[in-house]
């Protein structure tokens, strides 16, 4: 049987790939951020699982607007590295586990969740920034296999925030229903506060984000119920990929165990991280 | 229409909404800058603008925009912000740079508005 053993809420500002690119680590500008994620590797580390569920969006690398899934899952032993127009960064295919994705995939559309499939992908900064923070890669491989699952969070209609916590749910009974021993950790990724369009490019609201975090924890249903309009009112238009953090959190067990929590805004988006367990 | 997300008797200050009416009106726009992602394309656009820009049929008020660099008004003619970043890439303006222009001042006096400015 399947088993989610850890849940993590974090954000994938494009300027940490370029600073781990670097090796900017020990930067005074970076260093708080990445310290932030030395005990959460550790503890990934204690929890050796076998697959991560990447729920990310992606912006314009590998989906563009002539078809656009509001959901699709990757399907594949392998995902490619994509060029988002900086040129192509270092970093070794990311490895798949296909049958477990096509597991998922089978249980969440017999689950009423109707998914775009994907059995070539290129994957970019919304997925490889969290990949980055908290997993190891060698020249040729990384310490975890993937499944990413991309969500559309840029051309409205967008899924609702209510939508993305049930598909949590269903994935976390897909999890379950896994006939393989695999241990499983699911990532949300995106945000927090953020605008980056317009005369209100740089909106950030901390206060906004605290809350957020302390709900994410505590009142995930509240959180789900809040509009597209509420979300990108308060917390910017970007803000509204915050939505991402629902999925994760409803693949977990309703009361949940809170391990790390961080948060950090130097420039222009508020980068949370918070770490769970079932409760 | 039930459980609507975006309340358009609400406008949002400052900000555009990419939805689906915009992302058409913008489709063109979209379609050149997702091609920036090989290098090929890159150096195709950096070579002939105007040629590139014939490639994907651009309106001459869309060109226009592109030539001027105009960000705030590519916005509102439907580039999603995220494939302008593409184009900042390829014509030298980080998302920072694009940000001091829409917001009407220089990138010195943005920097000076941020917490930590050297997390560049």
Known sequence: ?279 | MTNKQIDPSRPIPDTTVFDGRLSQRGYRLNKLCASLTTPQNRAAFKAHEDAYMMRFALLEEEKELVRRRDFAGLIKAGLNIYLMIKLGACTGHSLYRMGAQMRGESYEAFLATRKIKDAV
């Not at chain 1, 939505?243 to 790390?260: F, K, N, P």
Request: hydrophobic share 45%; glycine share 8%.
């Open chain 1, 1 to 279: 049987m399947g088993r989610i053993v850890g849940g993590i809420g974090l954000s994938h500002v494009p300027s940490v790939g370029v600073a781990y690119d670097r090796g900017k680590q020990q930067d005074p500008a970076w260093k708080p951020l990445f310290d932030a994620y030395v005990p959460v590797r550790e503890w990934l580390a204690r929890l050796a699982p076998d697959v991560a569920i990447v729920v990310y969006n992606d912006h314009g690398a590998d989906f563009t607007f002539d078809k656009y899934p509001t959901f699709a899952v990757g399907a594949a032993e392998r995902y490619g590295i994509a060029d988002e127009g900086f040129g192509t960064r270092a970093l070794p295919e990311v490895r798949g586990d296909a049958e477990f994705s096509w597991h998922l995939c089978e249980s969440l559309v017999y689950d009423g969740f109707d998914l775009t499939i994907c059995q070539e992908l290129n994957v970019e900064h919304g997925f490889l920034v969290p990949m980055n923070l908290c997993f190891d890669h060698s020249p040729r491989d990384w310490a975890v296999a993937t499944v990413p699952l991309e969500v559309n969070v840029l051309q409205h209609p967008l899924p609702t925030a209510s939508r993305c916590y049930q598909l949590g749910r269903a994935i976390r009974r897909a999890v379950v229903a896994c006939e393989r021993d695999l241990k499983v950790v699911i990532m949300g990724t995106g945000g927090m506060s953020h605008q980056l369009q317009g005369k209100r490019f740089g909106h950030i609201d901390e206060a906004f984000d605290q809350e957020f975090l302390d709900r994410i924890e505590r009142d995930p249903a509240g959180l789900a119920a809040m509009t597209h309009q509420e979300l990108m009112e308060r917390a910017g238009a970007e803000a509204v990929e915050l939505i991402m953090w629902l999925v994760m959190r409803g693949a977990m067990s309703d009361t949940v165990r809170r391990v790390h929590r961080h948060y950090y805004a130097p420039m222009a988006t508020g980068m949370g991280l918070v770490t769970f367990e079932d409760a």
